[in-house]
């Protein structure tokens, strides 16, 4: 099944200018046209806007994306270096993650703080 690019952008929630973009960028080389050329999308095409979404918002750089689209699209003799980029791209956000982590508890932890304080205030107020 073919897709507009209307119908993509329903489906990802990525403006239309979004998905231009990530043509123009090179992360989606492989866009079908029509004779009159318009794009049209295939299911494939939209697994790998699945992947670009969540590579991007998981803070891999676009060049890093499109180094992986090229990649890809030479083939199974990059697998290796495939495997390498979303195995280094794990880590980082594991990294990330657990940085996040340590602010939570803190504001967890001035949350703890805090709320203890305004029930002292309110408890002195009485």
Request: aromatic share 8%.
């Amino acid at each position: 099944m073919d897709y507009s690019i209307k119908q993509i952008s329903e489906k990802t929630n990525l403006k239309a200018h979004v998905l231009r973009y990530y043509e123009k960028e090179g992360l989606l080389p492989f866009i079908n046209r029509s004779a009159s050329g318009i794009r049209r999308y295939s299911e494939s095409d939209l697994e790998w806007l699945g992947l670009i979404c969540c590579l991007k918002n998981t803070g891999m750089s676009i060049k890093q994306i499109k180094d992986f689209v090229e990649l890809s699209m030479r083939g199974g003799e990059t697998l290796k270096q495939r495997c390498d980029m979303l195995i280094e791209h794990q880590k980082n956000v594991e990294s990330q993650i657990a940085e996040m982590q340590k602010h939570l508890q803190k504001v967890a932890h001035k949350i703890k703080y805090f709320t203890a304080q305004y029930e002292k205030y309110l408890a002195d107020k009485s």
